[in-house]
T-cell receptor, first 113, second 113 residues
Framework: DTAVSQTPKYLVTQMGNDKSIKCEQN?????MYWYKQDSKKFLKIMFS???????INETVPNRFSPKSPDKAHLNLHINSLELGDSAVYFC????????????FGQGTRLTVV | AQSVTQLGSHVSVSEGALVLLRCNYS??????LFWYVQYPNQGLQLLLK??????LVKGINGFEAEFKKSETSFHLTKPSAHMSDAAEYFC???????????FGTGTRLLVSP
């Protein structure tokens, strides 16, 4: 049973399009995240939600809009895609305690052409 | 703000040799530290975590890490490398206040026969 699942795994799209990535966790966690991994493997936090409330928004262009319909889901919608948006996007979840780890999904490889 | 530095973007070892991956942290409070592994085209998997209970932490797949406050280090070791250990390894620290994980730049472990 997959703990954190995100779809799709691969996404190839043209510049200017709008796309969404979905994420679901079945661990009962209260916090969910979106991370971006660039071509050099660097991982950077984009957003974090705690109990459906946005708590972290790390200077991400407003073309990126997260939505959390409930504690178990966190979706990422991207408008007007640009070449520089090509990356691997990871969803993760955790409990809101400092000593707990985050569990990651398998990632969505987004390629903008 | 908390941060981690991983020395060496690539580490090469022979099968059966000692693995040592370096991580130094910067934190104004006692840190919570994590090591994750990422196999090709997969998400991040937790190897081990330090939460102040013990300075020597044992993880999965024979890995362990020692927390040294005097050196602000949390290096990852494995006595004998296997070919299957070839992957990207990330050190991370829990950021105070916002609860996000802040990652190092990663170290690619290469294992040769």
């Amino acid at each position: 049973d997959t703990a954190v699942s995100q779809t799709p795994k691969y996404l190839v799209t043209q510049m200017g399009n709008d796309k969404s990535i979905k994420c679901e966790q079945n661990l009962g966690h209260d916090t969910m995240y979106w991370y971006k991994q660039d071509s050099k493997k660097f991982l950077k936090i984009m957003f974090s939600y705690n109990n459906k409330e946005l708590i972290i928004n790390e200077t991400v262009p407003n073309r990126f809009s997260p939505k959390s319909p409930d504690k178990a889901h966190l979706n990422l919608h991207i408008n007007s895609l640009e070449l520089g948006d090509s990356a691997v996007y990871f969803c993760a979840s955790s409990q809101a305690d400092r000593n707990t780890e985050a569990f990651f999904g398998q990632g969505t490889r987004l390629t903008v052409v | 703000a908390q941060s981690v530095t991983q020395l060496g973007s690539h580490v090469s070892v022979s099968e059966g040799a000692l693995v040592l991956l370096r991580c130094n942290y910067s934190s104004s409070v006692p840190p919570y530290l994590f090591w994750y592994v990422q196999y090709p085209n997969q998400g991040l998997q937790l190897l081990l975590k330090y939460t102040s209970a013990a300075t020597l932490v044992k993880g999965i797949n024979g890995f362990e890490a020692e927390f040294k406050k005097s050196e602000t280090s949390f290096h990852l070791t494995k006595p004998s490398a296997h070919m299957s250990d070839a992957a990207e390894y990330f050190c991370a620290v829990r950021d105070t206040g916002f609860q996000k994980l802040v990652f190092g730049t990663g170290t690619r472990l290469l294992v040769s026969p």
